[in-house]
RNA sequence: GUGAAUGUAGCUCAAUUUGGUAAGAGCACUGGACUGUGGCUCCAGAGGUUGGGGGUUCGAGGCCCCUCAUUCACCCCA
């Protein structure tokens, strides 16, 4: 074996070992089994998109288009970006193929890989991996609660538990103005005491002073938009509550929860976890009713989330389910050998997972492979068998055994016990 | 992107106060004891340029510099 190795998977990227594969795949299917309870269908979109796309829809003034972007150049001189989240990617599907034709309400969900170039840290690599939905035409704050619902629905049957959801409003374009104008007044005689993000955000992007860690305990008695809400904001969060009390779902209310991204409007909400450390955000999302027609459609309502992977593994109990096949057939000698081969083929064709050993090694090496490989049932086929037309089929678990005729319907009667 | 800690076999860890023989163990792997029956036990084998490069020194796994990777704290997101 080489000592020194050149290639190494490279920085912010994860393997999966087999055992980690299969719990990803389970992860997954749960999703997948879920989201179709909850009648939302699955969308898979490309890798990288046009740059443009997400610095529309994204928001120039996020942190995620400013400096976290994989951005490259094809050949014919186009900007391309490799995608950092789903959103913008399932908005143009829904308006490039004229999705609004399928009825008023559409409801998609992805499983997809992301990419951003961040310092890797744990759960937090610069590839991941996140599941999300997004249910585009309806205004209701039924539908906020029904995607809530749809992703506390998964953590539990991953059994993950201890899950926080943080909610708030941030209001619709409206009643924002009027907030934003009264925040910035509120914030203009203290602002030499702000860090210096925040200096820079005030005039960018005003409203994420209010997620700043550093000058959190300066800004507790600052205005905060749910104290600026029109009416028709007012009466959306109230029936998103209410909606959450029905379902009996338990929140806190984090009047300083903005979310990073640009697009939001009216509710945002969040899910964090303890054990996650400081960065204790498992998943986020919110209404976004602006977007479509920002990115040419028609004003279409538009609400949902997503939810980072590689962190819910991190808070999943790891389940020990060891598998194993169903067969090791074991051969003696050469001529049988080749006997062997074919009826582990033929195994395989009745449906049984089977394997035998290639190497010609001796059969104390493949009853230990046999056993390694956790097989329900070893056969072996030696010279006294092959004179018999028979084979040895021997119980793993158990130890018992007895001859059976070398015959595929005979053996598969067998193994059926 | 900023700051800090860590890096010894596939994995988990040793290597005696300030640097001193040819870097060890357990698990895992391969083979044997048991030449036609796995797990248990015992024995043996294989596996390391001590993350990489440079420097100091008679001598470096241990000290210094650089670099790479991981983890943690920031920034911020999932």
Request: charged share 35%; proline share 4%; hydrophobic share 30%.
């Given at each position: 074996?080489?000592?020194?190795?050149?290639?190494?998977?490279?920085?912010?990227?994860?393997?999966?070992?087999?055992?980690?594969?299969?719990?990803?795949?389970?992860?997954?299917?749960?999703?997948?089994?879920?989201?179709?309870?909850?009648?939302?269908?699955?969308?898979?979109?490309?890798?990288?998109?046009?740059?443009?796309?997400?610095?529309?829809s994204t928001g120039e003034d996020t942190?995620?288009v400013?400096?976290?972007?994989?951005?490259?150049?094809?050949?014919?001189?186009?900007?391309?970006?490799?995608?950092?989240?789903?959103?913008?990617?399932?908005?143009?599907?829904?308006?490039?193929?004229?999705?609004?034709?399928?009825?008023?309400?559409?409801?998609?969900?992805?499983?997809?890989?992301?990419?951003?170039?961040?310092?890797?840290?744990?759960?937090?690599?610069?590839?991941?991996?996140?599941?999300?939905?997004?249910?585009?035409?309806?205004?209701?704050?039924?539908?906020?609660?029904?995607?809530?619902?749809?992703?506390?629905?998964?953590?539990?049957?991953?059994?993950?538990?201890?899950?926080?959801?943080?909610?708030?409003?941030?209001?619709?374009?409206?009643?924002?103005?009027?907030?934003?104008?009264?925040?910035?007044?509120?914030?203009?005689?203290?602002?030499?005491?702000?860090?210096?993000?925040?200096?820079?955000?005030?005039?960018?992007n005003?409203?994420?002073?209010?997620?700043?860690?550093?000058?959190?305990?300066?800004?507790?008695?600052?205005?905060?938009?749910?104290?600026?809400?029109?009416?028709?904001?007012?009466?959306?969060?109230?029936?998103?509550?209410?909606?959450?009390?029905?379902?009996?779902?338990?929140?806190?209310?984090?009047?300083?929860?903005?979310r990073g991204l640009d697009y939001y409007?009216?509710?945002?909400?969040?899910?964090?976890?303890?054990?996650?450390?400081?960065?204790?955000?498992?998943?986020?999302?919110?209404?976004y009713?602006g977007l479509?027609?920002?990115?040419?459609?028609?004003?279409?309502?538009?609400?949902?989330?997503?939810?980072?992977?590689?962190?819910?593994?991190?808070?999943?109990?790891?389940?020990?389910?060891?598998?194993?096949?169903?067969?090791?057939?074991?051969?003696?000698?050469?001529?049988?050998?080749?006997?062997?081969?074919?009826?582990?083929?033929?195994?395989?064709?009745?449906?049984?997972?089977?394997?035998?050993?290639?190497?010609?090694?001796?059969?104390?090496?493949?009853?230990?492979?046999?056993?390694?490989?956790?097989?329900?049932?070893?056969?072996?086929?030696?010279?006294?068998?092959?004179?018999?037309?028979?084979?040895?089929?021997?119980?793993?678990?158990?130890?018992?055994?007895?001859?059976?005729?070398?015959?595929?319907?005979?053996?598969?009667?067998?193994?059926?016990?």
């Amino acid at each position: 074996m080489d000592s020194y190795l050149k290639f190494r998977n490279v920085r912010g990227t994860k393997d999966l070992l087999p055992e980690e594969a299969e719990l990803w795949r389970w992860v997954e299917e749960v999703i997948r089994k879920k989201m179709e309870d909850y009648n939302y269908q699955e969308l898979r979109f490309p890798t990288f998109e046009l740059t443009e796309l997400f610095k529309k829809s994204t928001g120039e003034d996020t942190d995620i288009v400013q400096k976290e972007m994989f951005t490259f150049k094809d050949k014919g001189g186009r900007s391309l970006t490799l995608k950092p989240e789903g959103t913008p990617s399932v908005v143009r599907m829904y308006l490039q193929y004229g999705l609004y034709n399928r009825g008023i309400l559409q409801k998609f969900y992805y499983i997809e890989r992301m990419f951003r170039q961040e310092k890797p840290q744990r759960g937090r690599y610069r590839e991941f991996r996140q599941f999300g939905a997004e249910a585009i035409g309806s205004p209701s704050p039924e539908t906020d609660a029904e995607l809530v619902r749809s992703a506390l629905d998964i953590f539990n049957e991953l059994n993950i538990h201890g899950i926080k959801l943080n909610i708030n409003s941030i209001g619709c374009p409206k009643c924002r103005e009027k907030f934003i104008r009264e925040f910035k007044k509120f914030l203009c005689s203290r602002l030499d005491s702000l860090c210096n993000d925040c200096k820079r955000r005030y005039s960018t992007n005003p409203m994420r002073i209010l997620d700043c860690k550093i000058d959190r305990e300066k800004l507790i008695d600052v205005p905060v938009p749910l104290d600026y809400l029109c009416d028709d904001c007012r009466k959306h969060f109230s029936g998103f509550k209410e909606r959450l009390g029905y379902l009996g779902i338990n929140y806190s209310i984090d009047k300083h929860l903005v979310r990073g991204l640009d697009y939001y409007t009216k509710t945002v909400f969040e899910f964090t976890h303890s054990k996650l450390g400081t960065k204790d955000e498992v998943g986020g999302g919110g209404r976004y009713d602006g977007l479509i027609g920002f990115l040419g459609g028609d004003e279409t309502p538009a609400s949902g989330y997503a939810v980072g992977l590689d962190r819910l593994l991190l808070l999943s109990p790891q389940r020990k389910e060891s598998r194993g096949i169903d067969v090791y057939v074991i051969t003696l000698d050469k001529a049988s050998d080749l006997t062997g081969w074919k009826l582990v083929n033929e195994l395989r064709d009745s449906g049984f997972s089977a394997d035998k050993d290639p190497l010609g090694r001796s059969m104390k090496a493949q009853f230990r492979e046999a056993d390694r490989q956790n097989a329900k049932w070893a056969i072996v086929i030696g010279e006294k068998e092959r004179e018999g037309g028979s084979v040895q089929l021997k119980r793993m678990e158990t130890g018992e055994q007895k001859e059976v005729p070398l015959n595929i319907t005979t053996i598969k009667e067998e193994l059926k016990c």
